[in-house]
């Protein structure tokens, strides 16, 4: 009868250990796509993507944005065949933020095809930095003569203080390059494949890296969300 009882036991101690560990690795895992898709919509020629990004910028990332130091918020929206290739066309943008203590405000800079050379904001309430964060909308992707007759979704990558000086640098020469994303072929072939194949690499996305994807979606359709 002992020998059964250490026996359960050490079972018991093993169970306790693999729950553990399984536990540790669900905790750490990389953040999957948000259950909230995207909207997609073609207006006057174009494709356009809107997506709620609020899971990305939590409450409590208020003490971080607030620490004084610049924040750089990067998002990446790619047009992707739904059956999963390289995609046809990325729009990048980059925010800068830094809290200004004697002003009591969000100074904060968007670079992005719209904008290349920056444009400066001024917010003055946590509430209404996360709001502005929180929000892509109309993000122009592609034209739509580039979807063709294929079945497409759109994909938004939201990484709060990239590590890598690679990314950064793949943006800004997305963003300065006139063709890229929003050009009339749907993006410059060398900047949008340096671009695509950075994002592509690599396997699996680090902690603090969030995905947002919409329904799929075909030319002929109307808004999809």
């Given at each position: 009868?002992?020998?059964l009882r250490r026996?359960?036991?050490?079972?018991?101690a093993?169970?306790?250990g693999?729950?553990?560990?399984?536990?540790?690795?669900?905790a750490?895992?990389?953040?999957?796509?948000?259950?909230?898709p995207?909207?997609?919509a073609v207006?006057l020629?174009?494709?356009?993507?809107?997506f709620?990004l609020?899971e990305?910028?939590?409450p409590?990332?208020?003490?971080?944005?607030?620490?004084g130091l610049t924040?750089?918020v990067a998002l990446?929206?790619?047009l992707?065949?739904e059956?999963g290739?390289?995609?046809?066309a990325i729009?990048?943008r980059?925010?800068e933020?830094?809290?200004?203590?004697?002003?009591e405000?969000y100074?904060?800079?968007?670079?992005?095809?719209?904008?290349?050379?920056?444009?400066?904001?001024?917010?003055t309430?946590?509430?209404?930095?996360?709001?502005?964060?929180?929000?892509a909308?109309d993000?122009?992707?592609a034209?739509?003569?580039?979807?063709g007759?294929?079945?497409?979704?759109?994909v938004a990558?939201?990484?709060?203080?990239?590590v890598?000086?690679?990314?950064?640098e793949?943006t800004?020469?997305?963003?300065a390059?006139?063709?890229a994303?929003?050009?009339?072929?749907?993006?410059s072939p060398s900047?949008?494949?340096?671009m695509a194949?950075?994002?592509l690499?690599?396997?699996?996305?680090?902690?603090g890296?969030?995905?947002?994807?919409?329904?799929?979606?075909?030319?002929?359709?109307?808004?999809v969300?």
């Amino acid at each position: 009868m002992p020998s059964l009882r250490r026996a359960a036991l050490l079972a018991l101690a093993l169970a306790a250990g693999v729950a553990a560990v399984l536990a540790a690795r669900v905790a750490t895992a990389p953040q999957g796509p948000s259950a909230s898709p995207g909207t997609v919509a073609v207006s006057l020629g174009r494709v356009l993507a809107t997506f709620d990004l609020s899971e990305a910028f939590p409450p409590d990332l208020q003490r971080q944005f607030g620490n004084g130091l610049t924040n750089v918020v990067a998002l990446h929206v790619s047009l992707v065949p739904e059956k999963g290739d390289a995609p046809a066309a990325i729009y990048g943008r980059t925010i800068e933020v830094l809290y200004d203590v004697w002003k009591e405000a969000y100074r904060v800079t968007v670079k992005d095809p719209e904008h290349p050379a920056g444009q400066q904001l001024s917010l003055t309430s946590w509430k209404e930095l996360r709001a502005y964060l929180a929000e892509a909308k109309d993000v122009n992707l592609a034209p739509a003569s580039l979807l063709g007759g294929g079945t497409w979704v759109a994909v938004a990558r939201v990484e709060v203080n990239p590590v890598s000086e690679e990314l950064l640098e793949r943006t800004r020469e997305l963003i300065a390059n006139p063709r890229a994303g929003a050009g009339s072929d749907g993006g410059s072939p060398s900047v949008l494949g340096a671009m695509a194949r950075f994002l592509l690499r690599g396997g699996q996305p680090g902690p603090g890296v969030h995905f947002f994807r919409s329904k799929p979606f075909r030319a002929e359709d109307g808004p999809v969300r």
